[in-house]
């Protein structure tokens, strides 16, 4: 499966500090993207990275993405308790369809 | 307002009835996906469509059936073949083909409808 896989879990952090989540898949791909979905709700696109990018970024976000191990990380600078949410990674191999990961759930604590 | 829905919001289905789950969105987009989530868990595809009257099995298929008449709607019905399901369900929507420059290749989410088996 090409499925990609976060890592970890579960995060668990106090507003201000970074956070790290990580990526893994198996297969090469087109691009990566990130989503984060809140409690209940649809997914929301954050940032999206070519395979020939090695890092981009938006705001508070900032992704890496490393094509010879096959993984990407997300780091989200100065959290906020409104970045609570559970964040997933999607590949894509022909840019019409998406494998997702399990995602990490992500704490910010007030 | 441009964008994606999803209804009902909450389904609740007997054992042995079929039940249809709409996904209706404005955004032109040529590409949709019906993509199934377990508690805790990420997103499965169901099914996926490209362009109109076309569609494609995603992983777990098996159950469910999609029809794409219209551009605008991709209607998934849950069958009373699927042995498990009680899980939500995200329809979503994007531009077919290649990103190009200044395009984004995202996909557009609806809220989703929650469907128990009673």
């Known amino acids: 499966s090409q499925q990609g896989e976060e890592d970890p879990q579960a995060l668990s952090i106090q507003e201000g500090e970074n956070a790290t989540m990580n990526c893994s898949y198996k297969t090469s791909i087109n691009n990566l993207q990130w989503y984060r979905q809140n409690s209940g709700r649809g997914l929301v696109h954050l940032i999206l990275?070519?395979?020939?990018?090695r890092e981009k970024h938006s705001g508070r976000l900032r992704v890496t993405l490393d094509t010879s191990k096959k993984s990407s990380s997300l780091l989200i600078t100065a959290s906020r308790a409104a970045d609570t949410a559970s964040y997933f990674c999607?590949?894509?191999?022909?840019?019409?369809?998406?494998?997702f990961g399990s995602g990490t759930k992500l704490n910010v604590k007030p | 307002d441009g964008g994606i829905t999803q209804s009902p919001k909450y389904l609740f289905r007997k054992e042995g009835q079929n039940v249809t789950l709409s996904c209706e969105q404005n955004l032109n987009h040529d590409a949709m996906y019906w993509y199934r989530q377990d508690p805790g868990q990420g997103l499965r595809l169901i099914y996926y469509s490209q362009i109109v009257n076309d569609f494609q099995k995603g992983d777990i298929a098996e159950g469910y059936s999609v029809s794409r008449e219209k551009k605008e709607s991709f209607p998934l019905t849950v069958t009373s073949a699927q042995k498990n399901p009680t899980a939500f369900y995200l329809c979503a929507s994007k531009s077919a083909g290649a990103p190009s420059v200044g395009s984004y290749n995202e996909q557009f989410f609806g809220p989703g409808t929650r469907l128990t088996v009673l």
């Open positions: 990275i070519r395979s020939n990018e």
């Open positions: 999607a590949t894509d191999t022909n840019f019409n369809k998406f494998y």
